[in-house]
């Protein structure tokens, strides 16, 4: 197979996309404005590989008026299918993830396990009524006892307020960037090429496939020290705008990608925050901080581990494409605190925010775009990374014309 594709953003969707495509035996060209992979969306993302539960999440986050009446009207569309693939696609996915792992060596301090708090009798009972109908669509889920969950978790706080928790089966927690570095030298050894600070203005379609349009665009100033780049990612390109010919591109570039996609897509901007700290080691105290995944719904949080490090998220905050906002860290702190209280050495945190698209039914974009050549692989925010492997083999698969998978027809643009 000889077909050439470019492929638009090197975050966690863009690098994965390049390899399965380059391994089904196409030619990839990945195009980034950053400086190296995983630099915007995907470095400081939540770190959880979670399967997809309808229902679950709080739809109470911060949100304009205009998206919330979008999303008022996608309920009332339904979405059966939509669900139903959705939770086929991240039961894939995890599958994937594993795959990649073991096949291709990769170690992105993943840790295995997750579990989501049930604080109260109130969310217990929500959390039953729904247990069914999760495990019809094929849900590994099983609700656990709060003593169960302390036994899987022997750092949480003994005092914090716990009713029961859901036990997800193959869900866990990665470093998503360190996936995305390493999974890039193996698309690399397959020919897959990386162009950094890159920006793509404009794709144009024509009888013979379609015509790229890139510019190189380093920055003004040297990286400091601080933000030094990998070897190869800012190697010189000519200057201006360059013209190159594709057969097919796949926009991996969020909110940017309705600019070339030439048409009006309703995204809106889902904001998340995040803390990094180093886990505290103290001698005859070894249950410090939590083992894996942990999610608390009540308090829009998650905490999960990764090798020595913990890595606390929330805050989602839905905003119009361009704004933007002050996350409030202090909430993260205080909710690491509450379950695992002294876990991390607050003097050496890390803190960042992610800002990824959101369509209004808060599904990913997967699939033909509705021109032709141009395809969309815009991942669902919130709920970590586990959906990102097996979007990229499905969306290669489809482009190769071979049978799916699974089948996302329902996650496609056209719904919207």
Request: hydrophobic share 45%.
């Amino acid at each position: 197979m000889s077909r050439s594709i470019a492929v638009v953003g090197a975050g966690l969707a863009g690098v994965t996309t390049a390899y399965e495509l380059a391994a089904l035996g196409f030619q990839v060209q990945v195009f980034e404005r950053g400086g190296s992979v995983a630099e915007q969306a995907s470095f400081a993302s939540s770190a959880l590989l979670s399967p997809f539960l309808p229902g679950l999440a709080d739809a109470s986050a911060p949100a304009p008026l205009g998206f919330r009446l979008r999303r008022w009207r996608a309920g009332r569309k339904g979405g059966d299918d939509a669900v139903s693939q959705l939770a086929a696609l991240s039961r894939l996915s995890l599958a994937r993830t594993t795959e990649l792992r073991h096949e291709l060596g990769l170690d992105d301090e993943a840790s295995d396990g997750l579990l989501i708090a049930l604080a109260d009798a109130k969310r217990t009972a929500a959390a039953e009524a729904l247990l069914e109908g999760w495990q019809a669509l094929g849900l590994q889920v099983e609700l656990i006892e709060a003593g169960e969950a302390r036994l899987r978790e022997p750092g949480l706080n003994a005092d914090a307020p716990l009713s029961a928790a859901l036990a997800l089966a193959h869900g866990g927690a990665g470093n998503a960037r360190l996936f995305a570095q390493q999974l890039r030298l193996q698309a690399q050894r397959l020919g897959a090429g990386f162009r950094f600070h890159t920006t793509v203005r404009a794709i144009a379609a024509d009888g013979a496939g379609l015509m790229l349009r890139h510019e190189y665009t380093p920055p003004a100033e040297a990286p400091t020290r601080s933000a030094e780049r990998e070897a190869g990612d800012t190697l010189p390109q000519p200057l201006g705008p360059q013209d190159e010919r594709f057969d097919a591109a796949v926009l991996c570039n969020g909110l940017d990608a309705p600019t070339l996609l030439g048409e009006r897509l309703p995204l809106s901007a889902q904001h998340e925050a995040s803390v990094t700290a180093p886990l505290r080691l103290v001698e005859g105290y070894p249950d410090l901080g939590p083992k894996a995944g942990w999610v608390d719904p009540s308090r829009d949080l998650s905490v999960a581990r990764a090798g020595q490090r913990v890595r606390v998220s929330g805050g989602l905050t839905v905003t119009d494409a361009r704004a933007r906002v002050n996350p409030d860290y202090e909430a993260l702190h205080r909710g690491l605190q509450h379950w695992f209280p002294g876990s991390v050495l607050h003097q050496q945190v890390q803190q960042g925010q992610a800002r990824r698209a959101m369509s209004a039914d808060g599904l990913p974009l997967l699939g033909a775009s509705g021109r032709p050549g141009l395809w969309l692989n815009l991942s669902l925010g919130g709920q970590g990374w586990g959906l990102t492997c097996g979007s990229a083999q499905v969306l290669a698969q489809l482009i190769a014309g071979q049978a799916p998978a699974v089948d996302i027809a329902a996650l496609g643009p056209q719904r919207l």
